[in-house]
C-alpha cells in the first residue's frame, strides 16, 4: 500500500490535483459555497483522482466548517452515523459533538482560521495535517483571553462513506494550546 501511495503520487501531476480539487469542488455545489473551502498545500492521492474526488470534498468541507463555525459545512461533511473515535471527556457523540466543540472554542478564539497543509487520499481514507491560528480574546473555562496568539497542529484522519466523513480519529496539540491559553505554563 505504501508504495502504491507513493509511485502514484510522485505521478499526480499539479494538473491532476489541480483536477481533483475542481471536481471536489463542482460536486453537490449548490449544497454549500464550496468557493470558501480551505484548499490543501499539498494532496497525494493514492488510485484514480476523480474517485478520490467525494473524499476531498467531504475533507475539505469539514476543514471549511473549523475555518468559519458555519454549521452547513459539518452537516454536508459528515455522515448522519457520524462517530468521533477519539471521543474527548465531555463532548456529545454524533454530528453535534462537532458543533458543541466549535461554539465553545469559537467562543474562546473568535478569529479561529485553520489551513489544510497535507492531504492523503487512499482507498476510504483521508489524512490531513491542520493547522490552526487566531487569537484568544474571548473566554475558555475561567480563563479570559488577552488576544494572545493562537497557533497549534492537528492530524485528522477519516473514514469516508458516501461520500461523507463517517469516522474521525484527531490528535491536537493539546499542550501548546493550553500553554497559549495561559491555563498551563511552560
Not at 476531498?56 to 452547513?72: I, K
Not at 458543541?100 to 485553520?114: C, E, K, M, N
Request: charged share 20%.
Amino acid at each position: 500500500m505504501t508504495s502504491a501511495l507513493f509511485s502514484t503520487r510522485r505521478q499526480l501531476s499539479a494538473a491532476a490535483a489541480a483536477s481533483v480539487l475542481g471536481l471536489a469542488l463542482c460536486s453537490k455545489a449548490a449544497q454549500a459555497d464550496d468557493s470558501k473551502l480551505p484548499e490543501p498545500h499539498h494532496a497525494a492521492i493514492a488510485g484514480n483522482p476523480a474517485d478520490a474526488a467525494p473524499m476531498v470534498l467531504a475533507a475539505r468541507r469539514y476543514a471549511a466548517f473549523w475555518n468559519t463555525g458555519d454549521e452547513q459545512y459539518a452537516r454536508q461533511a459528515l455522515s448522519p452515523d457520524f462517530i468521533d473515535r477519539t471521543l474527548p471527556a465531555g463532548r456529545l457523540q454524533g454530528v453535534a459533538g462537532p458543533l458543541q466543540a466549535s461554539q465553545g472554542f469559537r467562543g474562546a478564539v473568535p478569529d479561529l482560521t485553520v489551513e489544510i497543509n497535507d492531504m492523503v487520499v487512499a482507498d476510504d481514507r483521508v489524512s490531513l495535517h491542520l493547522h490552526f491560528r487566531g487569537h484568544f480574546s474571548g473566554q475558555f473555562g475561567k480563563l479570559k483571553g488577552k488576544g494572545q496568539a493562537i497557533d497549534f497542529q492537528a492530524f485528522d484522519l477519516y473514514r469516508i462513506a458516501d461520500g461523507r466523513i463517517a469516522e474521525n480519529w484527531h490528535l491536537e496539540d493539546n499542550l501548546s494550546l493550553m500553554q497559549q491559553f495561559g491555563a498551563i505554563q511552560p
